[in-house]
């Protein structure tokens, strides 16, 4: 058992009382974070005086800073370099989506990303549908081909390792919600990626970390001020996360909606989403203005390069030709019928990564593996009308024990009822 | 390492939210903590939670009694019992005198005292300065000698257990100032006891954990409330602890002040606090009112009948006769003189402690061994003029290294320069 510090308990006292904690203190935290020499429960009550104290946005960036320098971290080029992070959805692909739309227009992406955990994905696990391509990228494998091709996406290993330690603890400690801990344990993983500017795609909803709508403007504003701080650019992008964004929640099956969103022929409300992303980051990035940006995206959408785009980076990684008529298929399949008619009155994005995350798409803990074929197929959306007997949603499955318990969750994702008001998919755009 | 616990999750964003906790979690939180269920980390983060939500009455009581409930718990028999305790002093050698003189005055205590740690001492180590004492008695050993002689005193050993977990951690966590925590600590010990009636010795000032009395008096206030709240009576004395109580502090040292006090020779100081603490014992217990009580012990003390019945408790737990002849004395003396002259406008207690604990009187961790023989005789307290070259204090020492090290805080302990402004003895009496 690691031994208590007492100048540690020195800054959890000031925390406590609500005094200042100076920048060199919290750099001298991670340090002894990382060497293993502070105890759990020693962490555990600064986290929870950071709950009820909060912290400074100089002390946010202070922290944020020393986590980022914990590990490994990027050192770009100079370049029209901007990154995209979002806080978790479900059927979320608007990386895949956004990510190579802007490159088409003239931005550069070296993205460090991760895997699913909860109830969210992960952009790793959903690339990893695709055959053949390699997300073990060596930093300079990464700048390079972000250089050469525009983007390029590998998943993080040896970043920021002393948030993985926070982390780990914020769980079982309650502290989840204190919003400095959320903004430095986002933040320094995108500081250590190296890019000077960033959009944060803030999920707000019943399928979101954050549930309530003003949760995520304060940590919007929260994530802009402390990147603002770090002297970075940034802008937060607060979305909807009632019901999944697009029609499909599984690795393969978003990837092909990705690629079918780049064609043209994808659902509204990814696509907007992801051109709201793509627009700020070129424009965040001083690549175009806010009017610009939206005309090269729609041109690079019509003239097919967005989608080319993500071809050329997915073949650039080691994916084969024509890699999306590859993706893998699961065997099986089971419909989810509408008992009455109606309208949906409502679709729990929670229901539905619960219902697709049992069938194998994602983790409950970090051990569970992944079957990138299985997912959920939605036919139907919030506000469309429905018959009794009409297929809502189909499952995807290889496993006829999994598909049992993922009934259950998705039995209870569709409410049919009344037309419910229609609400808007973009809830605020913060600078 | 241990599990996070769901269930614990839950009490602790409870209480991190400000919701009551139901007494049935607090009773399964402390058989959890006995069985080695719960990690630190999630102790920790509830003890930081309770320091900024606190709790109410009855949730304290609920704690306090299943702390009580997880070790030993004496059951006394019917009769005028009372217990005290002190939140712990320097010189603190109220038990000696105030258990004694109550017993002579008609009541029964039964009591399991604890062993010095930190700046201040325990009873437990001064009474094993008497030679040939026994202080490690069983329950039938203890009930049976408080009454046969009125009182007797033991080693606690293992009484509420639970505190001990929670104790360890509160130091390095910042939560040691937490009201309900140290509330739960110090009557959970209490109720263990059995006794039906408490007096708490509230200590306030430099040399108390209490620095403030505003401090103490809410911790008075607070241990009284959940004493009623479970069902016993009790009164607390809030006493002031700038500069020591009597003019010893040390474990033989403090046991003959001790004798000479109840043999009516003492320091004025200590005999008004053991007074005060004596008649509130007879009070609280039933015995006598307030007056009634205040001559019967002024009567036993001129009877020698209070010192007659300290040594009559000694011999029973196995001291020989004239024990307080036998005690024993470090072989060699070191004076701090006067620099200068005027009046003591300053002792502080807790440098007094460091001075005597360094000498070896108590220890800083559990480890460290006690020598009986050292310690520190005052010749000034605050108030009394003093020219320059007279002795303020008499370092009593066996080792030299020590004492060079001893003398660095006996050094500081005295200020003199203008007479103060005398100060109340007694501060407060809450009933």
Redesign the interface.
Known sequence: MVA??LWF?DL??RK?DGKAVADDDWRRFVEALGAGEL???????L???V??RGMTVEETAALTAAMAASGEQLVLDEGPYVDKHSTGGVGDAVTLVAVPWAAACGARIAKLSGRSLGHTGGTVDKLEAIPGINLSLTAEELKEQANRVGCAVAEAHAVAPADEIIYA?R?????VEALPLMVSSILSKKLAGGAPAFVFDVKAGRGAFAKEENYARELGGSLIAAAKASGRKAVAVITSMDQPLGRTVGNALEVAEAVETLQGRGPDDLLEVSAVIAAEMLTVAGIAGPEEARRRLEATLEKGEAFAKLDEMARAQGAPAEWWTRLPEAAKTAPVKAERGGYVSGLDAFAVARAANTLGAGRQVKEDVVDPAVGVVLHKKAGEPVSAGDVLMTLRYNDDERLRRSLEFARVAFDVGEKPTPRPLILGVLR
Chains 1, 2 share one sequence.
């Open positions: 208590a510090s308990t959890i006292v406590r105890p759990d429960y020693q962490i555990s009550a986290l929870m005086a709950y009820f603890l769980d079982a400690t309650a502290t």
